[in-house]
């Protein structure tokens, strides 16, 4: 087999990867898959043959006699779409893979009957970059793909969706929103930490009586001076009792209603702030 190029400088752990051989080139690497089969891109791949309606008095003569108003067959366009993963997304999900079946699976139990936030397990997902997997190298993250986000969120909730959304809501829900919306002192300010596990994201939407309907939130925003005072409570906030920064939704001009609402970095050491714990849900109990 031969051996395919990967940047392990991105992904540290696939050195620790059985079977995984690393030979120094400048920057780049040269790594084995660690996997069983290299993928066949070949395998069972068929032409589609895209379609398109013909209505009455459209298309040629022969379309409109043969097909009328129904679905006839158009020249196929374009090549094979090979819906096979990449060898750097294989290695990723195998590693999320054996992290969950090693470290999450045999505890996910324990924390979700103690109704206990499962530090320990963060502590040992930190080196693998999982806490900043969406976020791009600029701000300390792993960058990766959707794809192969979507695979580690997957891998992490098969074992435990608990830590699925302790992960999924620090990089998803708080750390894309600031890549995406945040200015680049709150990006340079807040994207590391997050990366690192330094400090974990909460994603400040539900009320007690708005649910998440952010058009009937009833936590105001006024202004004062170059701040905000936010006045209000939210309810059931994955992650809220651990955070160190609430993405949290206000209504700052509450005659616009809806159009009133708008987001705000909190941080939870901030004046003011307070989470109370809330025992006995049904799940995500770890969370």
Partial sequence: MQPVVLDVDRFPFLLKEARVGVRRAGRARRVERAIDQPP?????????????????GQGSARERAEAG?????????????????????????KTARDFADREIAPVAMRY?????????????????????????EAYGGMGLDPISYCLVIEEIARADSSIRGILSVNCSLVGTAIVKY??????????????AGEAIGCFAL?????????????????????????????????????AGLALTFANAEPSKGAKGVTAFLVPCDGEGFKATEIKGKLGLRAA
């Fill in 206 to 242: 539900t009320e007690p009586g708005a649910g998440s309907d952010p058009g009937s939130l009833r936590m105001t925003a006024v202004r004062d001076g170059d701040s905000f005072v936010l006045n209000g409570s939210k309810m059931f906030i994955t992650n809220g009792t651990v």
């Fill in 40 to 56: 066949d891109i070949g395998r069972h791949h068929r032409r589609a043959e895209p379609t398109r309606l013909v209505r009455p």
């Fill in 112 to 136: 979700d009957r103690a109704e206990e936030f499962p530090w320990p397990v963060l502590e040992k997902m930190k080196p693998l970059g999982f806490l900043g997997a969406s976020i791009p």
């Fill in 182 to 195: 945040g200015t680049e002192d709150q990006k340079q300010g807040w994207l590391p930490r997050l990366s």
């Fill in 69 to 93: 108003a129904t679905l006839v067959r158009a020249p196929p366009r374009g090549g094979i779409v090979d819906f096979d993963l990449t060898p750097e997304q294989e290695l990723v999900r």
